[in-house]
């Protein structure tokens, strides 16, 4: 669970430049791009795993290469200019813990800052630790073990380059994919492999998860607000512009009354719920904390639902967020729907509340009832669902390529069998090294050959061959 005061300050202190120009009073455009400059967002997303209760990485940096450029010493500060060409551009700088399992269903915005135009090939993250976490059923962490980095300096490459162009917008979503980058099976000295199963997502608004924030309103603009630091006494460059429609829901600390957002008062602290578009946040829905003399019982509370949703609204859910030791995870609560509460699905879409199944991801925003200390209860004004089943995967080796669909060999100790696995849909990455880095690359299915080692994962859908979404090839002929 996260309380409002430990809920992920998703443009807390890493936001380099704003989203929105906060200077002044009703100016809600993007910001200027200084000439021969464009914009970045960077997100972070991860998919769910059954296997750990955190993944918790250590990122100290990421940054740009050009196609031109792999070279370790040449950085360059985004903001300052370049007359030698294009140097690696860092976007983010800054050792920052990031628990992957907590984003299953929204994003975290690491970084929005302004780079020079140019064509980029590559992505690097410096990584510095991969720590996995289990706990037990009272939520008491009972085992942790570091997962080995074959390279602390990972290299991404999409199919292609990808183009910063003067005075546009791009938005980069890294999904590390935790289910399928940490190995299953233990090395014999009973190391975790960590391999950079890291999917480079160059996104279109549609393609967008939800961003939670929560932070402190502050002076009305003619299209929303301007939302501050909960310390920020004025506006200023950390602040961003936020923007409302007839569609945004706003309401009370006890969920029970809806305003219009204009009627949100400045010094209001909110929890927003809102969408990442093309330089801007559109607040779907949002909520009003208690004045700070009253009891603090919103918080955000993430598990799997253990019921479908009942013809009261209310459905029961079991926790596993383990962010923080306020609620354990395994606790068990009943969640119910309040009159003006919306479901939503990852990416926005308002949803119908049976969408809501027994074994669904959830995360429920809401009050707590007695308290934070042992809720019983919530009353949700939102919540956000997601369906994804953890998929079939097998290991092998390639034996036959036929048109898109592949067989692969796999051997099982004492037997060997056959499955194959129709890719035309499928993203396939191929994981390597090159010199101090370790490399993930998106390739096409025509770069495939007879030999190549390789994990499939997708569905079943009943045919003859395993509908694949994914094929990690880890090792060549």
Not at 7 to 34: P, R
Not at 60 to 77: H, K, P, Y
Not at 282 to 309: N, W
Not at 361 to 368: E, M, Q, R, S
Request: charge should be negative.
């Amino acid at each position: 669970m996260k309380t409002l005061q430990t809920i992920k300050f998703i443009f807390a202190a890493l936001i380099f430049s704003v989203l929105a120009a906060c200077s002044s009073g009703t100016d809600t455009s993007t910001t200027t791009a200084a000439p021969g400059t464009g914009r970045v967002s960077l997100l972070i997303t991860d998919g769910p795993t059954n296997d750990f209760d955190q993944i918790n990485v250590t990122v100290e940096s990421i940054s740009f290469l050009c196609e031109d450029d792999n070279d370790d010493e040449d950085e360059v500060n985004p903001l300052e200019g370049d007359d030698d060409g294009c140097r690696e551009v860092v976007l983010f700088e800054e050792t920052r813990v990031i628990n992957l399992l907590a984003l299953r269903n929204y994003s975290d915005l690491l970084s929005t800052t302004t780079v020079p135009a140019y064509t980029y090939s590559k992505i690097r993250l410096h990584v510095s630790r991969v720590e996995l976490v289990r706990f037990d059923i009272n939520g008491v962490v009972y085992w942790t073990k570091d997962a080995k980095l074959s390279s602390k300096k990972i290299d991404l490459s999409t199919q292609g380059s990808f183009e910063v162009v003067e005075g546009g917008y791009l938005a980069i979503e890294l999904d590390m994919d935790a289910n399928r980058a940490i190995q299953v099976v233990e090395t014999g000295n009973g190391k975790f492999i960590f391999r950079p199963v890291i999917f480079v997502n160059i996104l279109g608004v549609e393609d967008l998860k939800l961003v939670i924030l929560q932070n402190r309103k502050v002076l009305s603009t003619d299209t929303g607000f301007q939302l501050c630091e909960l310390d920020d006494v004025e506006v200023n460059d950390e602040c961003l512009a936020l923007l409302t429609s007839a569609n945004t829901v706003v309401q009370d600390d006890q969920i029970d009354v809806v305003i219009p957002p204009a009627g949100l008062e400045d010094n209001d602290i909110v929890t927003v719920l809102g969408k990442l578009g093309y330089g801007s946040i559109d607040a779907l829905h949002i909520v009003i904390a208690a004045d700070a003399a009253e009891p603090q019982k919103l918080a955000l509370f993430a598990g799997m639902a253990t019921s479908p949703v009942a013809v009261d609204d209310s459905f029961t859910m079991e926790t596993d967020d383990s962010d923080n030791n306020i609620v354990a995870p395994g606790t068990l609560l009943t969640a119910t729907l309040a009159t003006s509460a919306r479901v939503f699905d990852k990416y926005g879409m308002v949803v119908t509340s049976d969408n809501i199944k027994d074994g669904s991801d959830v995360d429920v925003f809401g009050l707590a009832d007695p308290d934070l200390v042992a809720p019983a209860t919530v009353k949700a004004a939102f919540a956000i669902f997601d369906n994804d089943d953890l998929e079939l995967n097998f290991s092998g080796v390639i034996v036959t390529i036929i048109d898109t669909v592949i067989t692969v060999e796999i051997d099982n100790g004492s037997s060997t069998t056959f499955e194959c696995a129709d890719i035309n849909d499928a993203r396939i990455l191929l994981l390597g090294s090159a010199g101090s880095s370790s490399t993930s690359e998106d390739i096409a299915i025509d770069q495939l050959l007879v030999g190549m080692s390789v994990d499939v994962y997708g569905e079943d859908e009943g045919l003859s061959c395993l509908t694949a979404d994914t094929v990690l090839v880890t090792a060549l002929p």
